[in-house]
């Protein structure tokens, strides 16, 4: 009898304490459970199933395709692949850029750096990430993310990255005095960074633009302050959009908020590329980076770069997205879930700060005080009532993303608007349940 508690090892977690439910299907934001139950997905997975579960076109994109050509290598050319890339080029306004395909995120994190080192002349150059950041579970990934989960099970340095403190405005490390001053200290400390190593020792910043896994949200001046303080040192910029990109921040691309100044010099993806629907991840490099490797060995490669199913999945994704209008579409319903979290915030004082909205992705934040704002659990600990919130939501059929103490809401860009209020409805209700005492 097959049996998944039994023979699998599972990921971010202590294998005994794994138990969670086989899901068999799925519609929309839906989730269809092996017992029968629907679950509403409030998380999109891991925020990657951006079209939600079974979209129509995702399913018959890979049907065509593995009619037509399941693989080929990617010294080869494959007709999906060549398409997806004039697709990203074209609406991430990278024209004469080129784009490297991966499996996922933290590979095209990996290969970035590689670029960047190439094509910068600095083989051995340091990599700038900030600290509360997730880029990925291989070695170097975690050597790039600034996460308490990945940073005792490497040495950073070993790998040549330096991290700085991140734009937390709520609790700013700085010392800021509004999200704005904030934005701009984060940013300052970056450039810092970078003279402290001398520019001539640095070969990129990496950093989310925006959204990120650990619950930061980074204030509107942050990034655009960013971006000049690399341009000004000579030093590139790659912005990790595996998280922030196709919608999820209300652009189809979180540095698109900022125009051109915020055009990084690369950017990763993954995710929402394909709406999960297939593995696929990629590097989007400008046409400067792409122009100093063109006459140069790349000594990089996966056997399923560019794989023709994902491909076709990420074709049909980015159509989905397009016809559907729900870039927009995100962004419109952001701006009302962090309306209702502020009303939610307004009754239970346990919320300290609830931020994003941009697109589909807000954090809630909760505190043992708020105006101390003494974290309810000392980080990355997620509080006893949270566990038990959320699993009292999963028995109401919501399913809710925690990272300490933080629910991340992230739903598929295709949530019903009704299926969202009847959400946050319930959150309402299990919020007095659990914290009565902050209840009015
Ligand atoms: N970068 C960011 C911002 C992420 O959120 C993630 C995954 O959560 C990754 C990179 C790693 O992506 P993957 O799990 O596909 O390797």
Known sequence: MPSERRDVLHSWCVQADWDAPTVVGGA????????????????????????GHQHPRLVAAIRAQAERLCYVANAWGAQPRAELAARLLER??????????????????????????QASGKPRGLIVTRDRSYH?????????????????????????????????????????????????????AVGQAIDAEGAAAVAAVL??????????????SYWPALQAATKERGV??????????????????????????????????????TGAAAPLGAVVLSADVAGRLEHE???????????????AAGVAALAAYEDEGLI????????????????????????GDVRGGRGLFAVIELVADRTTREPLAPWPQTPPALKALVQAAMGEGLSLATRGNLIILAPPLVIEEDDLAAALAALDRLFSRFFPASAE
């Open 92 to 117: 991430s306004g990278f024209e004469g850029g080129r784009v490297f395909f991966t499996l996922g995120g933290v590979d095209a994190n990996e290969n970035a750096v590689k670029f960047a080192r």
């Open 28 to 51: 929309g934001a839906w989730l269809h459970l092996a017992d029968g139950r629907r679950v509403l997905d409030l998380s999109s997975q891991a925020e990657c199933c951006n079209l």
């Open 207 to 220: 950093m989310e633009p925006d959204a990120g896994t650990n619950g930061i949200v980074a204030p509107d």
């Open 136 to 188: 990925g579970a291989s070695y170097m990934g975690m050597a790039l993310s600034g996460d308490s989960r990945t940073q005792s099970q490497v040495d950073a340095s070993a790998y040549g990255v330096r991290h700085v403190a991140p734009p937390y405005a709520y609790r700013c490390p700085f010392g800021g005095q509004s999200d704005e001053d904030s934005g701009l200290r984060a940013a300052a």
């Open 328 to 351: 927009a579409r995100s962004k419109a319903m952001g701006g009302e879930l962090l309306a209702e979290l502020e009303r939610l915030k307004a009754r239970h004082p346990v919320i």
């Open 297 to 311: 060995m790349l000594y990089t490669g996966l056997t399923y770069c560019g794989h023709p199913l994902s491909c």
């Open 236 to 273: 590139y910029l790659i912005a990790d959009e595996v998280m922030s990109g196709f919608g999820r921040c209300g652009e189809w691309f979180a540095w698109q908020r900022y125009g051109e100044a915020g055009r990084p010099d690369m950017m990763t993806l993954a995710k929402g590329l």
